[in-house]
């Protein structure tokens, strides 16, 4: 099974109240949060599982505590990179089956394809938006940047059905951030992200 994640930003204090908790996160610490994300993500994802993490593990670093997180962390980890990833140590790069900048895939719900664009960052037009593809992504956490960029994709997909014969699909954009409602800090099936 395929599980998708951005944005767990590990040991970044100002992702709880230990700090300016500019995601609002139910967290006093970090510890705290180590601890409920690590729950939640391993009592759910078995080891043949995929998690794809687009982006922001954490606040920069490859130290010993954050190598020793995400290895007890279950399943085949792919990482797409964000901007706070630093994978320079090779310790911590050899937890992750894979790593890219950008990656597109097939995944499946029940018997039906569906083709993803994978990025840490939105991205306004990606490859084959209006024949069906979804594009997660990260980033822009649950601010005003994720609402416009919503909001630019509803526009966008009014303008095509109005200016055009064609039948075209919707342009489908998730982003995939632990701290958005429908992620609740876990990993979920892509199932799941279109369900929200």
Known sequence: MNYYISDMHFFHKNVTKEGNNFDNRPFNSLAEMHQYMKEKWNSKITNGDTVYILGDIAMRGTNEELIALVA?????KVLIKGNHDDVSDMRYKNIFEEIYDYKEITDYVNQDAYKLVLSHYPILMWNGQHRGTIHLYGHTHNTYENEFYQ???RKL???MLMR????????RAYNVGCMMPYMNYEPRTLKEILNK
């Open 72 to 76: 007890q962390l279950k399943g085949r």
């Open 151 to 153: 909001e630019c994709l």
């Open 157 to 159: 997909n009014m303008e």
């Open 164 to 171: 055009s014969e064609k039948c075209y699909d919707i342009a």
